[in-house]
């Protein structure tokens, strides 16, 4: 079963404009990870935000966390074509055990 | 520095059949995790591999089975293979002592006639 939902399930935007996902989850985590995917291949790891902190940016990323409603946000600023993907939030359980669970991510298209 | 590699990148069955799906973790890695991945949905842990057992398991019937060799490479073995079993494997590797990130290979793409 899916840990969590992203929301929206897809989002078409236009180059340039910025993109938020958002991310619910439903037990306690150790940490929470977005990948993206694209066009059904392999995931690639785009950022990590532990269960203490609150947010964290990479480039044009900027995750936030808020572990009271457990939900997560990703904001993807000044889009690209390029960025057009799968998004999924992943979360690790604090019990120490390292298998993944993934929400059922958010289809980004970003218009040129 | 390779990364994951997985093979093959395809695969067609039929019904009752047997697969074997291989993957070699990214170098320095020590860890190896399974993934289902159905069209449309997100990926779904089978099981996590570490010293060449079997640490953790999701929730997905005996038919699925793994092994992990000395050098960290691992494989996952479906039999009695069922036309649900049709999905996209996902290996990702780790380092236990610092990895909690988890590196995906480009996946097996598996469909059940």
């Known amino acids: 079963s899916q840990q969590g939902e992203e929301d929206p399930q897809a989002l078409s935007i236009q180059e340039g404009e910025n993109a938020t996902m958002n991310c619910s989850y439903k037990?306690?985590?150790?940490?929470l990870q977005w990948y993206r995917q694209n066009s059904g291949r392999g995931l690639v790891h785009l950022i990590l935000i532990r269960s203490n902190e609150r947010e964290k940016h990479s480039g044009r990323l900027r995750v936030t966390l808020d572990t009271s409603k457990k939900s997560s946000s990703l904001l993807i600023t000044a889009s690209r074509a390029a960025d057009t993907a799968s998004y999924f939030c992943?979360?690790?359980?604090?019990?120490?055990?390292?298998?993944?669970?993934f929400g059922s991510g958010t289809r980004l298209q970003v218009q040129p | 520095d390779a990364g994951v590699t997985q093979s093959p990148t395809h695969l067609i069955k039929t019904r009752g059949q047997q697969v074997t799906l291989r993957c070699s973790p990214k170098?320095?890695?020590?860890?190896v995790s399974w993934y289902q991945q159905a069209l449309g949905q997100g990926p779904q842990f089978i099981f996590q591999y570490y010293e060449e057992e079997e640490r953790q398991r999701g929730n997905f019937p005996d038919r699925f089975s793994g092994h992990q060799f000395p050098n960290y490479s691992s494989e996952l073995n479906v039999n009695a293979l069922l036309l649900g079993d049709s999905a996209l494997y996902l290996c990702?590797?780790?380092?236990?002592?610092?990895?909690?990130?988890?590196?995906f290979g480009p996946g097996t793409r598996l469909l059940v006639l």
């Open positions: 990702a590797s780790s380092w236990d002592r610092g990895g909690e990130t988890q590196y």
């Open positions: 037990t306690s985590i150790n940490n």
């Open positions: 992943a979360t690790s359980q604090n019990t120490g055990r390292r298998a993944l669970t």
């Open positions: 170098s320095g890695h020590d860890t």
